[in-house]
């Protein structure tokens, strides 16, 4: 079983920026996987919020996409995420996956089906 560590989550002003970190206990597994981001505000679905395959290939939801960028060291086994311009929208419980193959669960942009999670780490934005 995999396990991932996710690190980098707090508070920012609105316009700030924060990076997130998630390391996965498998280097293989990072390297291969499709890697993705997800997150989750209280009374709201979770939602995918960027990807990277295996070939380095990314995604992103539209609601971040040009503010947020998602970089993977196969190296580390580390994926990151990089939030820039942030909002109070984007305040949630944030969530790093690692799931086999490439393929979006619906409203997702990359890493569906079945995969490992990591615990979450909170991020939160204030206006």
């Known amino acids: 079983q995999v396990q991932l560590v996710e690190s980098g989550g707090g508070s920012v002003e609105a316009g700030g920026s924060l990076t997130l970190s998630c390391t996965a206990t498998?280097?293989?597994?990072?390297?291969?996987?499709?890697m993705g981001w997800f997150r989750q505000a209280p009374g709201k679905e979770r939602e995918e919020v960027a990807a990277i395959d295996a070939d380095l290939s990314t995604t992103y939801a539209d609601s971040v996409r040009g503010r947020f960028t998602i970089s993977k060291d196969n190296a580390k086994g580390t994926v990151h995420l990089q939030m820039n311009s942030l909002k109070p929208e984007d305040t949630a419980m944030y969530f790093c996956k690692t799931a086999p193959s490439w393929g979006p669960d619906s409203g997702g942009v990359g890493c569906g089906g079945f995969g490992y999670w990591g615990q979450g780490v909170q991020v939160t934005v204030l206006s």
């Open positions: 498998s280097t293989l597994t990072a390297r291969n996987d499709c």
